[in-house]
């Protein structure tokens, strides 16, 4: 099994050099994991060219997940953006994860992990890049969530 660990240089999230410590540290902790490679792309759109070369490098490295952690939302829009054109089982959004396991970002308490309250611990560290994401979006989707748990609407 081959993976590619992708991160995008932000604040904290995915900064320049995650991705390979973290397929360094994968790859001693489980032996025989093969990690296929790593991209860290630049704080900015690529161009055509340089989005054409990680699409062709992710494609020939024969991975079987490509782990992507440039933060919600661009890692989503960039999944959903690529799918079509890479040719990878598996696209896997995992946000922060990569700093959290290589030790550069403080992960919650376990009991307030246990609880739910990881968002509240990120946002008591980092109140300035993510109040919008937690307390806006957050409740945006709530309430939606809320709306057609009740069956008051209905998404495709």
Not at 56 to 75: E, F, M
Not at 119 to 139: A, K, Q, T, V
Request: aromatic letters at 10%.
């Amino acid at each position: 099994m081959g993976l590619i660990p992708i991160a995008g240089p932000a604040r904290c999230t995915g900064a320049p050099g995650v991705a390979e410590e973290l397929g360094a540290r994968f790859a001693r902790r489980y032996p025989g994991l093969r990690v296929a490679g790593a991209i860290c792309p630049p704080f900015r759109a690529l161009t055509e060219e340089e989005d054409e070369q990680a699409v062709s490098r992710i494609n020939g490295a024969g991975a079987d997940i490509v782990w992507v952690g440039l933060g919600a939302p661009k890692q989503e829009r960039w999944m959903y953006e690529h799918r079509e054109r890479l040719k990878v089982p598996v696209l896997a959004g995992v946000g922060a994860a990569f700093d959290f396991h290589t030790g550069r970002v403080a992960q919650a308490p376990a009991w307030m992990g246990e609880h739910g309250l990881e968002w509240l611990f990120r946002l008591s560290r980092e109140p300035r890049r993510l109040w919008r994401r937690y307390l806006i979006h957050g409740s945006e989707f709530a309430t939606l969530v809320l709306l057609e748990s009740l069956g008051l609407m209905r998404f495709p």
